[in-house]
């Protein structure tokens, strides 16, 4: 634990110089380039005709969504960052950029994000006698429009008094492919909800491994998350290697379906193994602590390795 004065520390007045610098970290520009690469997973998964249009209009909605969410997010939480050291020194508490400006910041860029995304199906033509659906064409836009609900409305509060906000926050995390997947194919195939599984479920290990080694910065604000309530980390472990295994089931389903080859099996099953050995070992309650972050640096590696050989096996066998 750190010092107390770690614990009241409030957001600091704001800096009338704020630099470009500090505008993109509020974006967290490392964690929106995940939503925009699984975004593109999910186009090129649905091996669609190349569209320049259509792929930078993808690429820019889905980030502005991103940095946007981002930014909102910081927004709502500046006071507990403010006493977490791992994050007492983001734009907000630090005092670089006000919070009125990250919430007009954080606006424009999902609003203008998601205007991109809906533009990807053309013009918009309302027909009267049509019963409410949503058009096709619209589905990544939605998809959009979700993942930013899911994330500032659901998971965001429940941080701070669920116990399955991380789950809830997966789901958030979850859907970038199948913006990209609709505004590929236009529809949501099996394919589709399978990257959805496998990110979902990829985010479960992945962030028991950072909140188990930062349990006691979240503790400090009182995130009633499993790794703080679980002082031991036995439910926490068996929690992510729960949800590994699920992964890996997961990942392999192409296959099972006829989707994807056996080079993306054989890919799959090594991975696999890998993935689920270091989540076994984040079980033992010695070196738990270095387990998990062996665990984290290997769900880093896991993810682009994985998705990457199943782009790769789609557009291999047109």
């Known amino acids: 634990m750190s010092d107390p004065a770690a614990i009241t520390t409030p957001v600091q007045p704001a800096n009338s ?17 995940l939503s925009v690469l699984t975004t593109l997973v999910g186009y090129f998964a649905a091996r669609p005709a190349w569209s320049a249009r259509e792929f930078f209009s993808l690429l820019l909605g889905t980030a502005a ?17 403010a006493r977490m050291i791992r994050t007492a020194d983001r734009p907000l508490p630090s005092g670089k950029i006000a919070t009125g400006s990250a919430f007009v910041l954080g606006w424009l860029l999902c609003i ?6 809906f533009r990807l199906g053309g013009p918009l033509v ?24 899911a994330y500032l409305a659901c998971y965001t509060p429940a941080k701070r008094w669920s116990r ?3 789950e809830l926050g997966a789901v ?15 529809d949501v195939g099996a394919l589709g909800w399978i990257l959805f599984g496998v990110l979902f479920f990829w985010q479960l290990p992945h962030f028991m491994a950072i909140a188990w080694t930062h349990r006691h910065d979240y503790g400090r604000v009182n995130f009633p998350m ?37 080079g993306y099996l054989i890919v799959t099953l090594l991975l696999g193994a890998w993935f689920v050995v270091r989540a076994a070992a984040f079980r033992r309650f010695n070196g738990r602590d270095a387990a998990a972050r062996k665990l984290f640096l290997a769900s880093i590696l896991w993810l682009p390795l994985q998705l990457g050989a199943l782009v790769a096996d789609r557009l291999l066998n047109r």
């Open 17 to 33: 110089k704020a630099r470009f610098a500090d505008y993109l970290e509020l974006t967290k520009p490392r964690l929106s380039l």
């Open 65 to 81: 969504c991103a940095g946007g969410v981002a930014a909102l997010n910081q927004w709502m939480e500046s006071d507990t960052d």
């Open 112 to 117: 203008g994000g998601l205007a991109v995304l």
């Open 126 to 149: 309302v027909d009267p006698a049509a019963k409410f659906h949503v058009p096709v064409e619209r589905l990544s836009a939605l998809f959009a429009l979700l993942t930013i609900v």
């Open 164 to 166: 399955w906000s991380v």
């Open 172 to 186: 958030a995390g979850a859907f970038p492919p199948l913006i990209g997947w609709a505004a590929a194919a236009k």
């Open 226 to 262: 499993l790794p703080v309530r679980d002082t031991e980390g036995g439910r926490v472990a068996r929690w992510a290697f729960v949800n590994t295994l699920a992964l890996v089931a997961v990942s392999a389903l192409p296959v099972v379906l006829g989707l994807a080859g056996n």
